[in-house]
């Protein structure tokens, strides 16, 4: 026998079998990751056969971690928010740090800071100019103003955009880990020359809360239950996403939790959210 040739087709066989298996280990763990196609599917056609229009496609099949998002205000040290947005030289006309309440100005533009709230408003009239630019040329236009004020572009989501009497008008959220985080939002008007107003309330994210021991609901499982929702009928969804969620009661807070949560958001602009923990709807 030729001891020689008989160990190569072992090495051989023992390397396709590890090869398989491996193959094998990295499916199981792809299934545990992601919801099935089958299941997307079905459950698409099981809505839309209740008058629910949603594709197949919209669907965020990635599973997520069972966590809750940390964010801490924005403007929680008030001298250092002003030096940000005014520059190094402005004077402080309000300085109440047992309410939080703050107010600071230059010659181009005022600072308030109330709680976790806040306005930016600049003294110039608004331009007469209105560009002529796509939605999203000017989204990312001001998202640039944004960046060269201090916020991390990559931190901002904008959620809705509108022309207005002076010029445009836009809301954005945060973002973790490409996830949006609503209830939290920044409304921003600007005009041809630059920003108008900054107002409403700004966390950015800090840390996670790790919950190990329960997984969260697919978000087949918990949109497959809309079909006894007969109001719904009738609705065509725009975006479909996986995100967190800061209920209003808690924006007083310097310090909040984002629960996780399914967002689906209709043409017409509305949000509905549903707990991915439980699966009800968070009104």
Partial sequence: MNWGRAKTILIVLFLALDVFLLVILMRTRLSSLQISEDTVIKTAHILQEHGIHITPEQFPVQRKANRNVILKNYFETPSQAAEQLLGRHFDTLLFDSE?????????????CINGTTFTYEVKRQPSSLVREGTIEKETERI??????MGFAKETLAPISFSKTEKGYSLEVVPVYKKARVYGV???????????LTISGNWFTPV????QENERLLDVTTVLVNLMYRPELQGIRVERLES????HDDFLSSR????V??????????????????????IQ
């Fill in 143 to 148: 998202l640039h103003l944004l960046e060269s």
């Fill in 207 to 210: 840390a996670t809360e790790q």
């Fill in 99 to 111: 309410a939080h309440a703050y107010r600071y100005e230059n010659q181009e533009a005022t600072l």
């Fill in 255 to 258: 310090e909040i939790a984002a």
């Fill in 185 to 195: 939002v920044m409304h921003i008007t600007a005009d041809n020359e630059g920003i």
């Fill in 243 to 246: 995100g967190f969620l800061v």
């Fill in 260 to 281: 996780p949560v399914y967002i689906l958001t209709e043409k017409k602009g509305e949000r509905f959210y549903f707990d991915a923990r439980t699966g009800v709807q």
